[in-house]
């Protein structure tokens, strides 16, 4: 078995600590320390005389491979009425900041970073759309709908979560082949990049963050395979659904919305969203 991307930037991550480099955690996980640490390391190379790629660089093109796709960004809920079993907001924060506005903001803050990501690769052609652009809401049938439109290869709907004021932690959803999913495998490899790359966003920030881990779930419509139109052979979208935090805990309303780094935070689960998303599309281009 050829070895694989995640194989060569922990290796190249391992490179570059040795040769005194902060290349991050050695984790597996490819976040901002290793990115600066390849731009202090190009910086070094070509202070002497050498590019990268050049003979004895030990970072290769192919770890940052060309992503291509459509992607569509659904947040969760919008405007003033339930309609097609979406409500118009379900989770509010504890200071009061709906479920409806954190999800749009979360999705314009994805499509830039995704954007971002794609222009820093070349070779890569990735479109991203959103379900709605404003405070209106749409049925969950037509939500998917955008999705065939479009033709995508990925859709996430973006969620907050709320309960009893205590209960936390992060989860994304996915449907079962048991629940007549076509694709169920290419969603849960999905829904496991996403929830395990928000998660470790979150739990850089906040040590008690809990993960909740990929779970099945039958009543969501958004995911369903009919209204993706996955039953079709030439284009199978790789759906699912992340529910971020429980934002009616306090201190993941503190975390997330009221607190000095918040800002930094939705940031970062942007980015972490973002980065996931680019991951499933280089898998697959
Ligand atoms: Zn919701």
């Given at each position: 078995?050829a070895?694989?991307?995640?194989d060569i ?6 490179l ?5 480099f902060?290349?991050g955690?050695?984790?597996g996980?490819?976040g901002?320390?290793s ?8 910086r070094?190379?070509?202070a002497s005389?050498?590019e990268?790629?050049?003979e ?9 491979g060309?992503?291509?796709g459509?992607v ?11 309609t097609?079993?979406s ?7 504890s200071s ?7 999800t749009?903001?979360?999705?314009k803050l994805?499509r ?6 794609s222009s ?6 990735v479109k991203v759309?959103?379900?709605?652009a404003g405070?209106?809401n749409l049925?969950?049938?037509?939500r998917?709908?955008v999705?065939r439109?479009?033709?995508a290869?990925v859709f996430?709907?973006i969620?907050y979560?709320g ?5 936390r ?6 449907l079962?082949a048991?629940?007549?999913n ?5 969603d ?5 990049r996403?929830?395990s790359?928000v998660?470790?966003a979150?739990s ?6 809990r993960?909740?881990?990929?779970k099945d779930?039958?009543r969501?419509?958004?995911l369903?395979?009919?209204?993706l139109?996955?039953p ?5 979208t ?5 529910e971020v935090e429980?934002?009616?805990?306090d201190?993941?309303d503190?975390?997330?919305n009221?607190?000095?780094n918040a ?9 972490a969203m973002?980065?996931a998303i680019?991951e499933d599309?280089e898998?697959?281009?």
């Open positions: 078995m070895t694989s991307q995640k930037r922990k290796l190249a991550q391992v570059l600590r040795d040769q005194g902060y290349s955690e050695i984790d996980l490819w901002k320390g990115n600066a640490a390849f731009a202090d390391y190009s070094f190379l070509r005389g050498q990268i790629g050049s004895g660089a030990i970072v290769e093109d192919s770890t940052v060309s992503i291509t459509v569509v960004l659904d947040p969760g809920h919008g405007g003033k009425n339930k097609g079993g409500s118009a907001n379900n989770a509010t924060s009061g900041v709906p479920e409806k506005t954190m749009l903001e979360l999705a994805i830039k970073e995704l954007n971002k990501i820093g690769r070349p070779g890569s052609n759309h959103l379900t709605r405070d209106s049925g969950l049938a037509d998917a709908k999705a439109a479009k033709g290869n996430v709907s969620h979560n309960f009893d004021g205590r209960v932690g992060t989860e994304t959803l996915i079962s048991a629940n007549g076509v694709n169920d495998a290419d849960r490899a999905l829904a496991e996403v929830q790359r998660f470790a979150l850089s920030h906040d040590p008690k963050a993960n909740r881990g990929v779930n039958q969501l419509g958004v369903k395979d009919v209204h139109q996955n079709r052979a030439d284009l199978k790789r759906a699912c659904l992340a429980f934002i009616d805990v201190v993941v503190k975390l997330l009221t607190g000095p800002k930094a935070v939705r940031l970062d689960v942007a980015r973002a980065e680019a599309l898998a697959h281009s």
